[in-house]
């Protein structure tokens, strides 16, 4: 009998197919993302669910799964959309599909980080927009991005990829981890260490928000910190919406405490704080950090890797719950 794993989204068709051969794989044609009532239906019979970021798995739908429910092999690297403690205590193993979208979304924050202070989005709306007369000395400046001092927030596999980039073009690596990366590291990328947030924000030109969704970095950027920033700073943020509080920084930008922002990422995706669309120094994105058909692959043949691993009687290589030891 073939195992029964419910995806709660549409993934690419290559691995939708090789879903449906290896298991007996339920798809949602339709895309639209599961109800609460309709999640709960899923992990009463599922073997395996695949969910994504836009499935709420809370402690009261985990609660509800059926005893058959052994895997939630999630379609994405955070997992912050999943009471993973509630997952622990009904014995469900957790996996998630980590370092295969460092890559893709580093490009973006980098994109962001040139964005922002070269206005390329004010540009390319002036010229639709038929609002450019022409060339001149003064018009449509922005900020060198070379020889500035980058602040990475999470020094995971994705800050580091930006910090690659950023070394490359000619900006100095500062981060903020709960541990210092490797010496090695550190020193390939002249990258200096901050204990704490509160040392390193008033120091950088441009902060790049990386770590995870944890209890312990939700509002981590809360009203407080954010005042820290110069008043020349640009944020960016490429990792998860509620590391930032989302309203205090659309009065800092408001109040034209910091540059600019380029988000990728919100609060309450999909809704994004109205207010912050009217601000010309703000570029938003649609969480799109990881969304290429490469990474999506690449993301699903993780899935697959993870559910048969697991079903063959082995420790699925990207387990998060039970944590590794
Ligand atoms: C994914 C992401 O597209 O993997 C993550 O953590 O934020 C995204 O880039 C999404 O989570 C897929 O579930």
Redesign the pocket.
């Known amino acids: 009998m073939k195992t029964k794993i419910i995806l709660t989204r549409r993934l690419p068709d290559t691995v939708e197919t090789r879903m449906r051969e290896l298991f007996n794989a339920t798809l949602n044609e339709s895309d639209q993302p599961f109800s609460e009532m309709q999640l709960v239906e899923a992990v009463k019979t599922a073997d395996v669910l695949v969910?994504?970021?836009?499935d709420d798995l809370n402690a009261s739908v985990i609660e509800q799964s059926g005893p058959q429910l052994r895997l939630i092999a999630?379609?994405?690297?955070?997992?912050d959309?999943i009471d993973l403690k509630a997952a622990r205590k009904k014995g469900i193993t957790v996996t998630?599909?980590p370092g295969v979208?460092s890559e893709d979304?580093a490009d973006v924050a980098m994109a962001l980080i040139l964005a922002v202070p070269r206005r390329i989005v004010q540009g390319d709306t002036k010229i639709r927009s038929g609002q450019w007369d022409g060339w001149s000395p003064t018009g449509m400046l922005g900020h060198r991005i070379n020889g500035k001092r980058l602040g990475i927030i999470g020094m995971g596999s994705i800050g580091q990829a930006i910090a690659r980039r950023a070394k490359a073009f000619g900006m100095s690596i500062h981060y903020h981890n709960r541990k210092a990366v490797h010496p090695s590291t550190e020193a390939d990328l002249e990258a200096t260490y901050w204990e704490t947030v509160e040392q390193m924000l008033p120091r950088v030109d441009i902060i790049s928000v990386n770590c995870?969704s944890t209890p312990a970095t939700h509002h981590l950027l809360n009203a407080e910190r954010l005042s820290l920033l110069p008043s020349h700073s640009y944020l960016v943020n490429t990792?998860?919406g509620d590391v930032i509080d989302e309203l205090a920084l659309l009065d800092l930008l408001k109040e034209k405490k910091i540059a600019g922002a380029g988000l990728d990422?919100y609060e309450h995706e999909p809704v994004v704080t109205s207010a912050l669309i009217d601000l010309p120094n703000v570029v938003l994105l649609p969480?799109?950090?990881?969304?290429t058909i490469e990474g999506?692959h690449a993301?699903g043949e993780k899935v697959i890797i993870n559910i048969q691993t697991f079903f063959d009687g082995h420790t699925p290589p990207d387990r998060v719950v039970p944590a590794m030891l």
Do not use: D, E, K
């Not at 999630?74 to 997992?79: K, P």
């Not at 969480?287 to 969304?291: E, F, K, L, R």
């Open positions: 969910p994504t970021v836009t999630s379609f994405g690297t955070g997992v959309h998630n599909t979208l979304t995870p990792g998860r990422v969480h799109i950090g990881s969304a999506r993301m």
